[in-house]
């Protein structure tokens, strides 16, 4: 009996729940049966066809309701292949599909390679495709069953008539979620066989695992680059756009590719014979394109010679820009695996060479110079093989004070060519950046004047952002902050005749314009008189350009979407409607600032019933707020039972606020989570009492020990606090470290965080030689590095001494990077050798000199220009803490490189008897405790402002100012 006449029933009889679940049973009875190749299941689906209803549509992250016949149309569609048929037409009704499925039943037939059912013979499909030379030639390793194996297969070897069709059946038997060593045995058997048809049978494996159900084929990759490897060609076959394309398993979501890919294979895998002396399959029939000179330089990008691989990265760039973008498409660049490009090459390799070529291109048009010169080369040698750290800057200074726009060009575009971590081996890639960042600050206002200079800056702006990874090219606008007017109008001047697109942008975002059909409009969150003009492309323009403000202006904020009773972290912005457009026009006329939006969106809280989506991300998804006084903490009370309302991470709310929020807990095993999100802020031992009132409501007090260990201040307050400690505080804390060391002994991680929790705790009271000394009769030796380390990070100013004493003591257990994280780190005394006898004399020296004149010959001679005379030059001193904590033109923080600056810190700590409030140590000591060598010099800059030691008015932008 068909499904459709028993739906009709209880569809009479049921609703709300009730029907959805029928429908889902349906559906789901459909996924689970198509592959038997009965007709049957098509005819049973076939009523929902004329379903409106909505059903919950569980389509991963985009999860939401939609129409039962959208769900039973897509779910069609997805099984099956029919030749010359509008799927659009025949699934519109269940009457429609009936008809179709009536009049074609003779033709209609189920593939069992690729799991579909067609209507026409495989062989009536076409396909365009195109062949071409390989520029990848990589295999992946070989390994087999063995005969045991083999013999508890439940297949059979004598039911095939050839090898290659029993390890075809094998394939077809696993899953997309199948272990890789499984299938590439069986994959490697099917290869041994020397069987053309073995092409067949793997390359089907991207269409019979498609994207259907939302599920992924996690093995696409594998099984791509696996025919790729064993064919004497590559093979291009169309994508959704109708452009061909090599790369089959990238963007390939509509399955158009893998489609394609099949069917050629479907139809020519016949035309391949195997060649033993090349180890392939090579095709006998149609003659392969030869790869162009463009191509051939792709191919040496995944040469194992560097010189080869970087020599044709240079000459693919300083190719046609359109040529070049053609034929890179089709590939992914690969840094791992056996199809990997060459390990000297960029990361994010593509994005790299689009950006590239076109600033080369740009470079040619407009006569630039882009080509490193034999006096920059020298430079570079010199930098990288200077040791000291006054010599680089030094060096440095020379280069900024001597060099003309043209040579950084050509400084800016050799360290583009390069790989960042081998650009850095000397140091090179974070002086350039100070040398970059000294120099445009000094002579902006001459570039500003010279509008040629002024069009390839804003070009490489926008073409350096293009690269993919983090570092100071990212931030070149930011030094057009805060322009006069005479120079903000000679930027709108050059907006009325300028023709490139990046030279366009670069100046609409430092004038803050957006650009419409009818030119260029200032876009400010304010001025929105215009509004309640009846023209409906006036209102869409207004509400855009509010939209647009607030995107940009919270870009790097986070938000939180609240939906089925989980939270997932997404980016967005704050979405106005035209409605609270007009209401904020009445409430704030012209002006619309950050704290009256918060204010707002919290006051129309006290409207709804309950909360949405977008109302928990605009009051709630903030990074950082100013106005806790009005946070709506009650409204919690409003949001759907269930919701982990724990990931919303309120991370400077006050302690008052805790026990407030444990009242809309619903469910009190959230409470470990409650507590990591107040993360540093909750004193440690409220967390035990409070967790220890609500144990009786949860099972998870393991996962609040293991989280109040990892993720909270407990540890480095078990290391710090010398206060007197009740006994109901002792037995918290004994009962949560020997449960935790108990619970968790098979956990090495787990076990190794609670054994140090208790060497602190038990050890917290003795002096850091002490300490030391107690760490270094540790029966547990793997946490014996890492205790050492920790007490040296947790250790004070008064320890100076101590520190480098006992690191004497303890060298041998850290390599060099960690040695220069204690001294240099940690201690802000910038060294570049470790042995005992350098140590020895910055102790000796400490002692003799005393802190304060200890820190200032340092500095001295890092920087004798930050002195007039014996005082310090608090103008020059502004101007190191504003560009010496480098960012590297490519990758993240300076590294060594911004040793001078954590010296200077220390000896401003010493000079004004401050430390503002920050720990001593200059680095991280855990998650919790983040110390940001930015915040800190950002924290002095400000102080010697509020001091008057330097004017107020007084700022530079830097290429570092990441915020």
């Not at 090349?278 to 392969?288: A, T």
């Not at 050799?414 to 000094?442: I, M, P, Q, T």
């Not at 007017?485 to 300028?498: A, C, G, I, V, Y």
């Not at 009492?689 to 409501?697: A, I, P, T």
Request: charged share 30%.
């Amino acid at each position: 009996m068909r499904y459709y006449f028993l739906l009709f029933t209880i569809l009479v009889s049921c609703s709300g729940y009730g029907q959805e679940r029928i429908f889902h049973k349906i559906l789901n009875e459909f996924r689970s049966n198509y592959s038997n190749g009965s007709l049957e299941n098509f005819y049973e689906i076939a009523p929902l066809l004329d379903v409106d209803a909505e059903i919950y549509d569980p389509l991963g992250y985009h999860s939401h309701y939609s129409k039962v016949s959208m769900v039973a149309s897509r779910l069609i569609r997805e099984n099956t292949l029919f030749k010359d048929v509008d799927l659009d037409s025949i699934t519109s009704s269940r009457e429609r599909f009936e008809e179709f499925l009536d009049s074609n039943r003779s033709s209609l037939y189920y593939l069992p390679i690729v799991d579909i059912y067609l209507n026409r013979d495989i062989g009536e499909y076409d396909v365009a495709y195109r062949l071409k030379d390989k520029t990848e030639s990589a295999k992946p390793p070989v390994s087999f069953f063995s005969e045991q194996e083999l013999d508890t297969i439940s297949l059979k070897r004598d039911d095939f008539d050839k090898e290659v069709d029993f390890f075809g059946a094998l394939l077809k038997k696993t899953n997309r979620y199948d272990n890789s060593k499984k299938l590439l045995k069986i994959a490697n058997h099917l290869i041994a066989t020397k069987d053309p048809k073995a092409l067949l049978y793997l390359s089907s494996e991207l269409y019979r695992h498609r994207y259907k159900y939302d599920i992924t084929n996690y093995n696409a990759d594998f099984f791509f680059e696996l025919v790729s490897a064993y064919v004497n060609n590559t093979i291009e076959v169309k994508d959704k756009g109708g452009d061909f394309s090599y790369l089959v398993t990238e963007d390939d979501y509509s399955n158009i590719k893998s489609k394609h890919y099949f069917l050629y294979w479907q139809q020519h895998y016949q035309d391949y014979v195997w060649d033993d002396g090349m180890g392939l399959f090579v095709n006998q029939k149609e003659k392969i394109q030869e790869l162009s000179p463009l191509e051939l330089y792709i191919k040496d990008l995944y040469s194992d010679d560097s010189k080869k691989a970087r020599s044709s990265f240079k000459k693919l760039v300083q190719s046609d820009l359109q040529l070049v973008n053609e034929y890179i498409q089709s590939h992914r660049f690969d840094y791992y695996g056996t199809n990997k490009v060459n390990d000297t090459l960029p990361t994010f390799l593509k994005k790299r060479i689009k950006a590239l070529t076109q600033l080369t291109n740009f470079y040619k048009e407009t006569q630039v110079e882009y080509d490193l010169s034999s006096k920059l080369s020298n430079l570079l040698y010199q930098l990288k093989e200077e040791k000291t750290y006054k010599g680089k800057i030094r060096i440095e200074n020379e280069m900024i004070n001597t060099l003309s726009y043209n040579e950084i060009t050509q400084l800016e575009y050799w360290l583009s060519l390069e790989k960042h971590s081998l650009a850095n081996r000397g140091g090179v890639n974070n002086s350039l950046s100070r040398v970059f960042d000294y120099y445009y600050s000094n002579n902006l206002n001459q570039i500003i004047k010279d509008e040629s200079l002024l069009r390839i800056y804003f070009k490489k702006a926008m073409v350096y952002d293009r690269y993919g990874i983090i570092g100071s090219q990212n931030n070149y606008l930011l030094k057009f902050q805060k322009l006069p007017k005479d120079q903000r109008n000679s930027l709108f001047k050059l907006l009325e005749t300028e023709k490139d697109e990046d030279i366009i942008r670069s100046i609409s975002i430092i004038l803050d314009l957006k650009k419409t059909a009818k030119g260029f409009i200032s876009k400010p969150a304010s001025n929105f008189r215009h509004i309640k003009s009846e023209n409906k492309d006036s209102l869409d323009l207004t509400m855009n350009l509010v939209n647009d403000y607030l995107s940009s202006t919270y870009r790097k904020y986070r938000y939180f979407l609240f939906k089925e009773g989980r939270m997932f972290e997404v980016g967005g912005n704050l979405f106005l409607t035209h409605e609270e457009i007009f209401e904020l026009h009445e409430l704030y006329g012209d002006s619309i600032t950050h704290k009256n939006l918060y204010n707002y969106f919290v006051a129309n809280l006290s409207k709804k019933d309950s909360l949405t989506t977008l109302d928990f991300n605009r009051v709630y998804g903030y990074k950082e707020h100013i106005y806790y006084e009005n946070v709506p903490v009650g409204s919690l009370s409003k949001i759907k039972r269930g919701a982990d309302v724990t990931s919303i991470r309120f991370k400077k709310l006050p302690q008052t606020y805790f026990d407030s929020l444990i009242t809309y807990l619903n469910d009190k095993n959230d409470l470990v989570s409650y507590l990591n999100f107040f993360g540093e802020d909750i004193d440690p031992l409220k967390a035990l009492e409070v967790c220890s009132r609500f144990f009786k409501y949860t099972k998870d007090d393991e996962g609040f020990y293991r989280h109040l260990i990892n993720n909270s201040e407990f540890t480095f307050w078990l290391s710090q606090n010398k206060d007197f400690l009740s006994k109901d505080e002792e037995r918290n804390i004994l009962r949560l470290l020997e449960k935790g060391l108990r619970k968790n002994k098979d956990d090495s991680y787990d076990y190794e965080d609670f054994l140090e929790a208790s060497f602190f705790f038990e050890n917290r009271n003795l002096t850091l030689a002490d300490k030391i000394a107690a760490a270094n009769t540790t029966k547990y030796l793997p946490i014996k590095w890492d205790v050492v380390r920790l007490i040296f990070m947790r250790s004070k100013k008064e320890d100076f001494a101590s520190v480098l004493e006992q690191f004497i003591n303890t060298a041998s257990l850290f390599k060099r990077h960690s040695k220069r994280g204690i001294v240099n780190d940690d201690l802000g005394v910038p060294l570049t050798s470790y042995d005992p006898k350098t140590i020895q004399s910055v102790i000796n020296d400490y002692q003799t000199k005393g802190r304060k004149l200890f820190f200032s010959d340092l500095v001295r001679d890092i920087y004798p220009y930050a002195f007039k005379g014996e005082k310090l030059d608090y103008g020059e001193v502004y101007k190191i803490l504003s560009f010496d904590n480098v960012l590297s033109f490519i990758s993240g923080q300076g590294d060594d490189r911004n040793d001078g600056v954590k010296t200077l810190i220390r000896l401003l700590e010493e000079e004004f008897e401050t430390d503002l409030g920050f720990q001593y140590n200059l680095r991280n000591l855990d998650l919790i405790h983040i110390t940001s060598l930015d915040n800190r010099r950002n924290a002095w800059k400000h102080f010697l402002k509020e001091k008057g030691l330097v004017p107020r008015n007084i700022e530079y932008f830097s290429l570092s100012d990441e915020d």
